[in-house]
């Protein structure tokens, strides 16, 4: 049975830092590319941030260049998104994804909630 767990999503002010973390287990995880998007009420799911299975990170959005930080841990399979300086506009439900280059996602995790707020 494929679980991607995501963990790590609290409520944070603004200027503050998370790490989620995403826990995969049932997959091959090295073979995969991993990632996490976002959704954030009323809005459309967004990619946020993919790194390939050789390591390679790439950010889709630019609002969250140089503050996140997608890393992956094949020997836990586990993949990391690190946030810094968060804004309200970060304020989103998580989800990481295992998939393949091109946003083929395979599978979904259940999503962790952020909130930025004071």
């Known amino acids: 049975q494929v679980q991607l767990v995501e963990s790590g999503g609290a409520l944070v002010q603004p200027g503050g830092s998370l790490r989620l973390s995403c826990a995969a287990s049932?997959?091959?995880?090295?073979?995969?590319?991993m990632g996490w998007y976002r959704q954030a009420p009323g809005k459309q799911r967004e990619l946020v941030a993919t790194?390939?299975?050789?390591?390679?990170?790439?950010y889709a959005d630019s609002s969250v260049k140089g503050r996140f930080t997608i890393s992956r841990d094949n020997a836990k399979n586990t993949v990391y998104l690190q946030m810094n300086s968060l804004k309200p506009e970060d304020t989103a439900v998580y989800y990481c994804?295992?998939?393949?280059?091109?946003?083929?996602?395979?599978?979904w995790g259940q999503g962790t909630q952020v909130t930025v707020s004071s």
């Open positions: 994804y295992a998939g393949y280059a091109g946003r083929v996602v395979v599978y």
């Open positions: 790194i390939t299975s050789g390591g390679s990170a790439m």
């Open positions: 049932g997959i091959s995880f090295s073979i995969y590319a």
